[in-house]
């Protein structure tokens, strides 16, 4: 008995551990974290509890004796065989796998944790492999899928996964996503509203990392006009090519994604979105659960963007004409 509480002692213990080193980018500080934990423990658990260290934070790796190394050494034959072995467990997993996407500040900040909440799906990163990626430095921007997140979210047990992530729709990535059954769920928003709520994080200083490092670092200090081009110029025509992307891919039978709308959606009837979610994602979603988690939750109205100065709108407007038009 006394084993058994050790052992669950250390399990929580453990569990803690990799939750706080998750989000750990200074490497000597991790290393010096990882290996003090290590030399706590009994040394028959050392590999299982540095996979498990390697696992949450991609930066470590334990200090081994050469000759510890070369017996644990790899050929690329065995790799091959057995990421593919990896691949095909993942793949073949009956589990409900949600991407939410869209550009930044388009979505409701709550829609992401109410699907998950209401379908029982486990947050999930499918564009790096790490537990908390933008901790680490990745950026949510101009990030193709990581096969090698997509095969560890994949081999996860339980009702399913759910991501969120700024993506375009690229060829590499709808094959992907195909490929591991990720259903992806795009939300489109008013231009201007989007680059509003963007302008008022930055200015705030809530705005995610990734979008802080895109701008300079003294955009808080320039006049409203001046700034805000900056921005539009920035963003405009990154969400033009984003919802170009997806409609394209659409289009071309390439994507199958659910489509929703900030303004009708949100803004609309929340029963009626839904039953649009549940219709999407098939009999593992229940339309009456997912009506009780969105029906409750505020949505900043339309029109966040209706005073930005003329320059910027009639710059959006161009950006919106150039990539929707007719000749996009």
Known sequence: MDN??????LAQEFGSFLHMISSVSDVKALDQMC????????????LELAAGMSWANPFFLPNMPPQALDMLAVDRGYMAEMVMRAKLTAVRADSLRLLVTSAPFAAPAFFHDALSASLGLAPAEFFASATDPEGL??????????????????LLPGPGLIAKHA????????GLFNLYNIRPIVVFRDMADTLADMDAALMD??????????MPSGYTKLE????????????GGWIGDFERSWIRATQE???????????ADFLGDRHLLARKIADFLGPKANAMKLAAVLDDREVAPAGAGSDLPLSVLELLGNVAEAYHGETA
């Not at 409203?224 to 963003?235: D, N, S, T, V």
Request: hydrophobic residues 40%.
């Open 253 to 263: 039978g390439l994507a199958r994604p659910l489509f929703l709308s900030y303004e």
């Open 167 to 174: 993506a375009r729709a690229t060829g590499y990535a709808v």
């Open 205 to 214: 200083g809530t705005a995610p990392a990734s979008i802080t490092a895109a």
């Open 224 to 235: 409203r006009e001046p700034r805000l081009m900056l921005l539009a110029a920035r963003f």
């Open 35 to 46: 290996h003090e934990f290590l030399y706590r423990q009994a040394p028959q658990r050392g």
């Open 137 to 154: 430095g990745a950026s949510s921007l101009d990030q193709e899928p990581d096969e090698f997140a997509l095969v560890r979210e994949g």
């Open 4 to 9: 058994l509480a050790r052992k669950d002692e």
